[in-house]
T-cell receptor, first 115, second 113 residues
Framework: DAGVIQSPRHEVTEMGQEVTLRCKPI?????LFWYRQTMMRGLELLIY????????DSGMPEDRFSAKMPNASFSTLKIQPSEPRDSAVYFC?????????????FGDGTRLSIL | GESVGLHLPTLSVQEGDNSIINCAYS??????FIWYKQESGKGPQFIID?????DKRQGQRVTVLLNKTVKHLSLQIAATQPGDSAVYFC????????????FGKGNQVVVIP
């Protein structure tokens, strides 16, 4: 089975540019999560969706960050304008309905560098 | 300049020996716990999970122990192999969030051949 697919794997861009990260969850998973990982703060949950609807975006750092899930097989995380402090690895994860206590499955991340 | 990085606890273990990784979780009402393994350049990979109504669960070469009294979780890896070198995270499902995971800081395991 295909796992969670993220693109691009690496992104290097100059500050002020718009950055769009993409995620394709595992088919049939109702939940989708966006995380950010840095050495200083570890893994942080940014936002998660249930059935394409954003449930909790309290982890989104500021208004420069936005996430969408237009359908069950695709989500984007956008940063506009980007800043050097946004440099991190961004992970997408998906899981089935939580009642089954199924673990989240992670993609291999997008390593973002803002110059 | 660069930020000072988070120094992860590191366990160095000889190949073939057993490894034990410990984790303290935060919420006494959490009822589901997961161990993840993260290799360099990859996302966290599910290893094993345990529900709060259990004290122990075994998988292939791995065992998770749960002590709810002191909110402590441990992962035991039997006969550690070079491929076990990675960062290991424990995570708990918070009781008030739908499948929302809270991750620990991580433990680096280095296997010495």
């Amino acid at each position: 089975d295909a796992g969670v697919i993220q693109s691009p794997r690496h992104e290097v861009t100059e500050m002020g540019q718009e950055v769009t990260l993409r995620c394709k969850p595992i088919s049939g998973h109702d939940y989708l999560f966006w995380y950010r990982q840095t050495m200083m703060r570890g893994l942080e949950l940014l936002i998660y969706f249930n059935n394409n609807v954003p449930i909790d975006d309290s982890g989104m750092p500021e208004d420069r960050f936005s996430a969408k899930m237009p359908n069950a097989s695709f989500s984007t995380l956008k940063i506009q304008p980007s800043e050097p402090r946004d440099s991190a690895v961004y992970f997408c994860a998906s899981s089935p309905t939580p009642g089954d206590n199924q673990p989240q499955h992670f993609g291999d991340g997008t390593r973002l560098s803002i110059l | 300049g660069e930020s000072v990085g988070l120094h992860l606890p590191t366990l160095s273990v000889q190949e073939g020996d057993n490894s034990i990784i410990n984790c303290a979780y935060s919420n006494s009402a959490s009822d589901y716990f997961i161990w993840y393994k993260q290799e360099s350049g990859k996302g966290p990979q599910f290893i094993i999970d345990i529900r709060s109504n259990m004290d122990k669960r075994q998988g292939q070469r791995v065992t998770v122990l749960l002590n709810k009294t002191v909110k402590h979780l441990s992962l035991q890896i039997a006969a550690t192999q070079p491929g076990d070198s990675a960062v290991y995270f424990c995570a708990e499902i918070l009781p008030y969030g739908n499948n929302r995971l809270a991750f620990g800081k991580g433990n680096q395991v280095v296997v010495i051949p």
